[in-house]
């Protein structure tokens, strides 16, 4: 059976932690890979007032087995209260990177 891909968007205060839980999401082997892009600028509604703030965005790639420790792992490690974790089906990509990324993850997580 196909393992099917997700990318992971989620969200970090800094570049210094977005690393370091990147890091550990890949050594635990619940993601393949996490891409970091500084400078996003978030606007949101948080205990009742507009908030805005610099973050880093993750994007993550990993599998649908691999999502539910993945997800925990972020949990555990990320300093919000309430972290963005939004799991998106990748519908296509190129067959070599797909099994790539399939491979790199641990379905028994």
Known sequence: MKS???VVLCTFPDVEK???I???LVERQVAAC???LS???SIYRWEGKIEEAGEVIGV?????EAYPALEASILELHPYDTPEVLALPVG???EKYLAWV???VLADN
């Open 34 to 36: 996490i891409n970091l």
């Open 22 to 24: 990147g890091a550990v």
């Open 39 to 41: 400078g996003v600028m």
């Open 18 to 20: 977005a690393r370091q």
């Open 60 to 64: 993550i790639k990993t599998t649908a």
């Open 102 to 104: 399939a491979g790199q």
């Open 92 to 94: 296509q990509g190129a």
């Open 4 to 6: 099917e891909v997700m």
